[in-house]
């Protein structure tokens, strides 16, 4: 079996882009718990990723969705992202909370309501201009609740018009990322619920449309490891929104629900190639209700770095040639060797010979930084999912 020592290269570059709206203060819709030292603006909530960074070495970018992430100067945010050693990632574009958009955003029958999404978008490019970021995240809260409600097959020929109106805003440099769901908010029908109509409005806009894949955003049972070879095969993953979910779309840790499933994911993307390749974005997407958010992401970037070294443990030679021989239980052996090896102490010796902490978890709580902000920020509107 490979060592670490021979994967060590690999995971050193790995990277994982942290969605800044997991610093805020979220829940259900039952209740919204607050918690001290919950950030107050964009900068705070950055200055917070950039813990996690600071003691896994595995963050380097913060995510931004709009408007909760609306500030006067962007300049003056990457360069206070800069100064605290991180950089500004994706931007999230938000058509779900405004009252306009309650029968649907880019789908809507009417083209006021369309353009007005449409132009939201515009806005979106002009802050990754600001901010240097490379993709456009968009995930649309369109669907409807009843059947006959609206013409599904209208909807989507008004989707495409209006993804097409924005792909034709990039700049060469840019991306859009399209995320599909499969219900939530809308019940009966949602207008991206599945890869394939992600894919299918991909492949119609260009080469600078992708998919983004979000693990909580697939019915019980789904193979997802399936549609990540799929959709690597096809060149068309473009980014992972990464969370775990037990019952719909949880957005709990990533790897906390099942981490069987996020082994076999990442081994689908290291055998298709996905691995520390620029084009697929690993991104969270989660929330933190009741647990300390910064501990919450740094435990998240871990399980995935955990679940990504056992991925790279896999013996291929000996897979390969006992799924060439037709071994059934020989080839499922060799995978599940990988996965059920204790990576942790190993991964820890490797984070200190790089000057990063053995233990990151330990080290966040020993820092001080917790105390810090929760005598700190005192007064002020605690930011949370919607802000
Ligand atoms: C929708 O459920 C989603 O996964 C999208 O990525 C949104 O941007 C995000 O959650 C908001 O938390
Ligand atoms: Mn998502």
Redesign the pocket.
Known sequence: MTSLSTIAPILQQQAIEL?S?AFGNSGTRFKVFGSPGTPRDPFEKIADAAQVHKHTGLAPKVAL?IPWDVVDSYADLRKHAEDHGVGLGTV?S?TFQDDAYKLGSVTHSDPAIRQKAIDHHFRCIDVMDETGSRDL?I?LADGTNYPGQDDIRARQDRLAESLAAIYARLGDDQRMVL?Y?FF?PAFYHTDVPDWGTSYAHTVALGEKAYVCL?T??HAPGTNIEFIVAQLLRLGKLGSF?FNSRFYA?D?LIVGAADPFQLFRIIAEVVRGGGLNNPDVAFML?Q?HNIEKKIPGQIRSVLNVQEMTARALLIDREALSAAQAAGDVLGANGILMDAFYTDVRPALAEWRESRGLPADPMAAYAASGYQEKIEADRVGGTQAG?GA
């Open positions: 969605p709206w969705h999230n938000n995240k995930w995320e769901k939530e979000d909580g955003h929104d779309d957005d997407d929330c999912w």
